[in-house]
């Protein structure tokens, strides 16, 4: 048995990943990018086990930023779901989406914001919002699940119909608190 301490999330009674993942098939994503995330557990095994959505795990997330080129150029639309943190991974790559102007639909599970337990989030977390709209992104932050569901179809239309990059900020509120056992 494993007693090492590890990081969970607080359950909650939500609904919004299944709606989110709706939101995903209704825009015709075809392929999803992820870092693996607690935050987007949901929505990732709702990817994982559809078959008609190549899911892809990524090392890093501006890897995503390749595969939405590339899934772009096949004729397929892709999705990046991502924690916060990664936003600063992705800097250099942004400028791609920028040059080539394809689409980019980035959905971030935001850290460092309530309840963060983790002060080394705190620093990007909170320069999540102005570091995308530096480069170029739309971005929207949803605090409630009514907001969710809005927010993400406005930012699909912003990136498929508009080959521009957009982003969905999922406030830490929505994911629950983390916690360490």
Request: proline fraction near 7%; charge should be negative.
């Amino acid at each position: 048995m494993n007693d090492k301490p590890h990081l969970s999330i607080v359950p909650q009674p939500v609904s919004w990943p299944d709606d989110l993942f709706n939101v995903l098939k209704l825009a015709d994503v075809r392929q999803v990018g992820y870092v693996p995330d607690a935050g987007h557990s949901r929505l990732i095994a709702l990817c994982k086990a559809d078959p008609d959505i190549h899911d892809v795990s990524l090392t890093t997330e501006e890897e995503g930023i390749a595969l939405a080129a590339g899934a772009w150029l096949g004729g397929q639309k892709c999705a990046l779901l991502m924690q916060s943190s990664g936003v600063g991974d992705c800097v250099n790559m942004l400028s791609l989406i920028r040059a080539c102007r394809f689409p980019m639909l980035m959905l971030v599970t935001m850290r460092g914001e309530w309840e963060e337990f983790n002060p080394w989030q705190v620093p990007m977390g909170a320069i999540v919002k102005p570091t995308l709209e530096l480069c170029d992104t739309h971005v929207t932050m949803a605090e409630t699940p009514d907001q969710v569901v809005p927010l993400a179809q406005a930012a699909a239309q912003i990136a498929f119909g508009g080959d521009r990059s957009a982003a969905v900020l999922l406030s830490q509120k929505l994911i629950g608190r983390k916690v360490w056992k």
